[in-house]
């Protein structure tokens, strides 16, 4: 009977952490009230796409990153975050090899996009360079320790230099 009893206590257990497992449950506890699309987030598929920025989306207005944990960005030897008030809008990482490029991350529109810059490596990316991709290129240049700005160019020539926090590691 008790082991009976243990069956069931730990059953229902089970099905409680399902439930409060569930897609929808997790959206509701980060605040996002949607359900993430476990495809394109799943251990090995790169979240950020080479696309151009969703028609809905304006380039000038980047938004928070929020998980990136499954972007690629290739073999690094660091990285570097952009922040402006505790939000982080780009994050960048280069290989030791100076040779190859860095990459970085931007959402523009709800979309995670990747951008590459030319070879150079983490040094380039830590002392400034531009990572491009479709319709959008962003310039990163460090303007003292810790400071930096962020200038994005559009298809149309139109550009917007943004103020924040560039830290490297």
């Given amino acids: 009977m008790a082991i009976s009893l243990l069956g069931l206590s730990l059953a229902a257990c089970g099905q409680r952490q399902q439930s409060d497992n569930s897609a929808n449950d997790f959206a509701q506890?980060?605040?996002?009230?949607?359900?993430?699309?476990?495809?394109?987030?799943?251990?090995?598929?790169?979240?950020?796409?080479?696309?151009?920025?969703?028609?809905?989306?304006?380039?000038?207005?980047?938004?928070?990153?929020?998980?990136?944990?499954?972007?690629?960005?290739?073999?690094r030897a660091g990285g570097c975050t952009f922040s402006v008030d505790g939000k982080e809008m780009l994050v960048a990482a280069g290989p030791q090899d100076r040779n190859l490029p860095g990459k970085a991350t931007v959402r523009v529109g709800g979309k995670l996009l990747l951008l590459d810059a030319p070879p150079g490596g983490y040094q380039a990316v830590k002392n400034g360079t531009t990572f491009s991709g479709e319709g959008i290129s962003v310039a990163m240049m460090p303007t003292a320790k810790g400071k930096g700005t962020m200038t994005i160019t559009n298809t149309a020539g139109q550009t917007k230099a943004i103020a924040g926090d560039y830290v490297c590691s």
């Fill in 29 to 75: 506890r980060v605040g996002t009230g949607k359900v993430v699309d476990s495809s394109t987030d799943a251990p090995g598929v790169n979240s950020a796409v080479k696309a151009s920025p969703p028609a809905t989306g304006d380039v000038f207005q980047p938004e928070k990153l929020g998980d990136i944990s499954h972007v690629k960005f290739g073999p």
